[in-house]
């Protein structure tokens, strides 16, 4: 396992060894790092839009919706101090990280 601690107001996208995920705030100020492949066929959920009718992602390619539950059964562990976020990774201590920023249109 690879532990690591980012400011969300600067990172909300990982690599990890070669697998992304990204950071989905949620409404009521917590926020889940999710994997970011769609598992039908690995469309890119953060640029599916939130419904917070439903509290479901729809992916942007063929419109598949995932609930919250199902994004949090894909999330990696992770607790929140104020604006940081340290996230137990499922890699190797020596796994490469990759920390960035990009527009999660899931965010609004
Ligand atoms: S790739 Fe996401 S619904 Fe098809």
């Known amino acids: 396992m690879r532990v690591v601690s980012f400011d969300t107001q600067?990172?909300?996208?990982?690599?990890?060894?070669?697998?992304?995920?990204?950071?989905?705030?949620?409404?009521?100020?917590?926020?889940?790092v999710t994997h970011d492949r769609c598992p039908h066929r690995g469309g890119p959920l953060h640029l599916g839009m939130w419904d917070s009718k439903t509290r479901s992602l729809r992916c942007p390619w063929h419109g598949t919706a995932f609930t919250h539950m199902a994004?949090?059964?894909r999330a990696v562990p992770s607790v929140r101090t104020?604006?940081?976020?340290?996230?137990?990774?499922?890699?190797?201590?020596?796994?490469?990280?990759?920390?960035?920023?990009?527009?999660?249109?899931?965010?609004g």
């Not at 600067?10 to 917590?30: H, T």
């Not at 490469?96 to 899931?106: F, G, T």
């Open 82 to 107: 104020g604006a940081w976020l340290t996230v137990v990774l499922p890699v190797s201590p020596d796994s490469p990280v990759e920390l960035s920023k990009r527009q999660v249109l899931a965010n």
């Open 71 to 73: 994004l949090s059964r």
């Open 10 to 32: 600067e990172v909300n996208y990982l690599i990890v060894a070669s697998e992304p995920y990204f950071v989905l705030r949620e409404r009521d100020g917590q926020s889940l």
